[in-house]
């Protein structure tokens, strides 16, 4: 059975940072790329990061390119997302999902995914 859990969120100040986890049991990690993402109050849920998990290719969506990291951690099974600079409009609720890939874009990734967690609140205050 796969559960899958995200932590870290929190409330910050505009310009705070926060760093995400996510771990996920019952799960091969290695034939996946693992991805965040959030969904905001009264909007859909859009996909912001992700990361193949054998190669460590990146992607990010241009609303938070430059501003947050997404690294994994072979030996834990761990997916991390370092949030900097964050802005009020980051506020939401953040997910990890997986997909087998390849990458195709935020439209189809993890479309498939039917294991979500409960999800970490972030929110960012102006």
């Known amino acids: 059975q796969v559960h899958v859990v995200e932590s870290g969120g929190g409330l910050v100040q505009a310009g705070g940072s926060l760093r995400l986890s996510c771990t996920a049991s019952g799960f091969n990690f290695v034939n996946y790329i693992w991805g965040w993402f959030r969904q905001a109050p009264g909007k859909e849920r859009e996909g912001i990061s992700c990361i193949t998990w054998t190669s460590g290719s990146t992607y990010y969506a241009d609303s938070v390119k430059g501003r947050f990291t997404i690294s994994r951690d072979n030996a834990k099974n761990a997916v991390y997302l370092q949030m900097n600079n964050l802005l009020p409009e980051d506020t939401g609720m953040y997910y990890c999902?997986?997909?087998?890939?390849?990458?195709?874009?935020?439209?189809?990734?993890?479309?498939?995914?039917?294991?979500w967690g409960q999800g970490t609140q972030v929110t960012v205050s102006s």
């Open positions: 999902a997986a997909d087998l890939g390849p990458f195709h874009g935020w439209a189809t990734f993890a479309a498939d995914f039917g294991d």
